[in-house]
């Protein structure tokens, strides 16, 4: 279990200064009802932080970030941003026992092979505190497969996601929606969030 595509972590190890320096819509609203439903102080672990903007909202919230990407260079990228130290780590290599209040992944898990969905998302499961809350987000689609740009997707539908999440674990609440949107490769996208907590 990798959990995430070698040609797809050398896309963003190359773009990194360019991705992390994009223009980004603000925050849709779904960032800020995360952290409502967590504790004062709440530590969150967010996988996949790119640029590292969500950490720097959350930081100055007020919030315990552990930031983290699987890009060295993406890293680099956040840590600039965020004047602190940003993990280099792959999704498979997430080993805390219910240590976070909450998890955010926000666009980062849609690249993970089908075949490791279930690992990673117990993993994810695994590093909650019970209570704990975990937000992700993914490019919907029937059949994975990879973007002009190169980079891998798992392109899942809302039942896929359901079955995905409800092998890896027992979660209180699970909820899934769709919004449409667009992403770095400028095309129009249809995104599911995933809203659970353990």
């Known amino acids: 279990m990798s959990g995430k595509d070698d040609q797809t972590l050398r896309f963003y190890e190359r773009e ?6 994009r223009e980004r819509f603000p925050l849709s609203g779904r960032l800020d009802a995360f952290l409502a439903g967590l504790p004062a102080g709440a530590r969150i672990l967010e996988l996949g932080c790119g640029g590292g903007q969500d950490a720097f909202y959350m930081l100055a919230c007020g919030l315990d970030v552990t930031p983290t990407d699987g890009s060295a260079q993406m890293a680099a990228e956040a840590e600039r941003l965020l004047q602190r130290p940003v993990r280099v780590m ?3 290599e997430l080993d805390d026992i ?3 209040d909450g998890v955010w992944a926000s666009a980062s898990l849609l690249h993970v092979p089908r075949d490791d969905l279930n690992g990673i998302l117990a993993l994810v499961h695994q590093a909650l505190r019970p209570g704990g809350r ?3 987000s993914f490019k919907a689609g029937k059949e994975a497969g990879r973007d002009a740009l190169g980079r891998f997707y798992n392109y899942l539908d809302e039942a896929g996601l359901r079955r995905h999440y409800e092998a890896a674990g027992s979660w209180s609440r699970l909820a899934i929606g ?3 949107g667009g992403g770095y490769d ?3 996208t249809e995104w599911l969030w995933v809203e659970a907590e353990k």
């Open 178 to 180: 769709r919004v449409p």
């Open 98 to 100: 219910e240590t976070f």
């Open 16 to 21: 990194a200064a360019t991705y992390a320096g």
């Open 134 to 136: 975990f937000w992700a």
């Open 186 to 188: 400028g095309q129009p």
């Open 90 to 92: 792959r999704f498979a």
